[in-house]
């Protein structure tokens, strides 16, 4: 019954946000109906509203309203799998030429789906240093570093873009995800080097800019966030960011950060000892928030954020819903299960976050200039490339291929070298990392 007044809600809701005709814009606003139609139909099964009316009658219109609204939902659906990109993004076809142009150029890409990634350090360093292609499920994890902390990080994924390689259990860390039915894990591994306060830290994904939502978006999001919420907890933020159009001053970006107990696992390395390779297994060690939220967030709130011990922290909860090699996100809609990464969050990349939020009393918005980036990563699949501008400002000349640099990088493998790198991979032994 829950479900169903959410869905009411969101079916007879109209957000306050700027509106641009979608491509699936004439099948939205009969979906945005149809959907509470059909909950109220399917009570007449046990609930006819009428004394007059038999429940064979109301069990008829179920029947009746089912077909139309999976009518609708398969068209838009079909229309949402099928255009490459909204019309709001004003992304042109050329356009997207030229960047799947540009990514065919990567030394070293895979011709599988996989992620792409770019590390934000400080100072900053080469693109060639903090470009990664392909990023996920490498056999190292990579080095980061900022004002506030340094570290590894680890991005752990199960190929979900191929059910029978995913039967044969051959691909990278195959041997972690066996039985557990998580889809990815992203490890972080901190060293902070000053003391901060863990009340208001917080990790999630953010976007470069507010993005218009038309009405089916809109409401997908909705139960998006309220199917997260429920996992990780009331103390989640999330807004859609500010309009340029109706705001003045510093705006806010799209946010979707939760604090620090919302991780799954955290591990203590005191100073002065050996902490846990990200590649090696974790099983068994530190605190686990699955079972135990209340003791896990006490135990959280006792931690001393500060320079010293070594933290890592593992997370894997919302990963059902985000499928990040597929580029598609799933939502708790009837009939409708998954859409496009950029329906919600207009085009890549994406940018996960671990921020502390400076206390101000006279503003409640996660604004850039509240926030401390402790760690920062721009990350895409290659089956949804960012547009060629933004490809150009993370993809170092030397992983062009033809560019007269292929060798110049230690971290450009090409396609058969990667391979062999990865074969590695046929038991659960690894690689210390390098100091």
Not at 33 to 56: K, R, V, W
Not at 148 to 176: N, Q
Not at 234 to 248: A, F, S, V, W
Request: a neutral charge; glycine letters at 6%; charged letters at 25%.
């Amino acid at each position: 019954m829950f479900a169903f007044r959410s869905f009411v809600k969101f079916g007879m809701s109209h957000p306050k946000i700027k509106e641009e005709p979608p491509d699936h814009g004439r099948f939205a606003m009969p979906m945005n109906f149809l959907i509470p139609l059909l909950i109220s139909a399917c009570l007449g099964f046990t609930m006819p509203i009428s004394q007059d009316l038999s429940p064979s009658f109301w069990q008829a219109v179920s029947i009746l309203v089912v077909v139309g609204v999976v009518c609708v939902a398969l068209a838009v659906q079909s229309r949402s799998e099928n255009a490459k990109v909204p019309n709001r993004q004003k992304f042109h076809d050329d356009d997207r030429e030229q960047s799947a142009d540009l990514y065919s150029k990567i030394v070293g890409a895979p011709d599988h789906p996989h992620l792409q990634a770019f590390m934000f350090n400080s100072p900053s360093k080469p693109k060639s240093e903090q470009f990664w292609c392909p990023a996920s499920n490498v056999p190292k994890a990579w080095p980061w570093e900022t004002e506030f902390a340094k570290g590894y990080f680890l991005p752990m994924l199960v190929p979900t873009y191929d059910k029978k390689l995913l039967k044969s259990g051959k691909y990278p860390y195959a041997w972690h995800f066996k039985g557990k039915k998580r889809i990815w894990e992203m490890r972080l591994q901190v060293e902070f080097k000053k003391k901060v306060n863990n009340d208001s830290i917080r990790f999630g994904i953010e976007l470069e800019k507010f993005v218009p939502l038309d009405m089916f978006s809109a409401n997908a999001m909705k139960a998006l966030v309220l199917s997260l919420r429920q996992l990780v907890g009331d103390q989640l933020y999330h807004t859609i960011g500010d309009d340029p159009d109706k705001i003045r001053g510093e705006l806010e970006r799209p946010v979707f950060t939760m604090p620090l107990w919302a991780f799954d696992q955290v591990i203590v390395t005191p100073a002065g000892e050996e902490p846990p390779d990200l590649t090696e297994d974790h099983e068994g060690r530190g605190f686990y928030r699955s079972g135990r939220v209340n003791e896990f967030r006490r135990e959280l709130a006792g931690l001393q954020l500060e320079p010293g011990p070594t933290f890592t922290f593992n997370f894997w909860g919302i990963s059902r819903s985000l499928d990040d090699l597929r580029w598609k996100v799933k939502v708790p809609i009837p009939l409708v299960n998954e859409i496009d990464y950029n329906l919600l969050c207009g085009q890549p990349p994406v940018y996960m976050v671990l921020y502390d939020l400076k206390d101000d009393d006279t503003e409640k918005r996660h604004l850039d200039s509240r926030k401390q980036y402790i760690f920062k990563l721009a990350f895409w699949s290659s089956a949804s490339l960012p547009s060629p501008l933004v490809m150009k400002k993370f993809v170092p000349l030397e992983r062009l291929a033809g560019s007269g640099a292929d060798d110049a990088s230690e971290n450009c493998q090409k396609p058969e070298e990667f391979w062999s790198m990865l074969s590695c991979f046929g038991s659960r032994k690894s690689t210390k990392k390098e100091n």
